[in-house]
């Protein structure tokens, strides 16, 4: 499996009518996991690089809510970039994936959904150290 089967593009459903745009996430449904933690970056700007890291345990769905920013993707081997753009589309990041998410425009919001709890110690933060574990599976 490459790494955008891994890491597919969703697409959720606008539900919206005359009042207004409405998106429905269901975790287990919609997602792949059930949602333990939701968090949110904004305030960030063009110059600004978040993320920087793989997760041993946890997985993720990234979506830009407001604005847009990348998402930067990689296993070590193969790479590509999500463009978040819009509030109906989104991003999975399965367990052991690298991530780095930058180009904010001003007004983004970028909506994370996670599968776990935080736990600082499944954080991997150094590359170098990210690619040593990833050659041992």
């Not at 996430?25 to 305030?43: A, C, L, W």
């Not at 983004?108 to 150094?126: K, Q």
Request: net charge negative; with cysteine; hydrophobic share 35%.
């Amino acid at each position: 499996m490459n790494l955008r089967e891994k890491c597919p593009i969703i697409h959720f459903d606008d539900l919206g009518d005359e009042r207004g745009k409405l998106v429905v996430i269901e975790g287990g449904q919609s997602i792949p996991f059930d949602v333990k933690r939701v968090f949110y970056i904004y305030d960030s700007d063009d110059t600004v690089v978040r993320g920087q890291h793989a997760n041993r345990e946890s997985e993720f769905v990234l979506i830009n809510v407001a604005g847009r920013s990348k998402v930067r993707i990689t296993d070590g081997e193969e790479e590509f970039v999500a463009e978040l753009d819009r509030p109906m589309t989104g991003v999975y990041i399965p367990k052991m994936i690298w991530k780095d998410m930058y180009d904010f425009s001003k007004d983004s919001i970028l909506l994370v959904l996670a599968s776990t709890h935080y736990d600082g110690t499944e954080y991997i933060r150094d590359y170098e150290e990210y690619l040593k574990e990833v050659k041992k599976k």
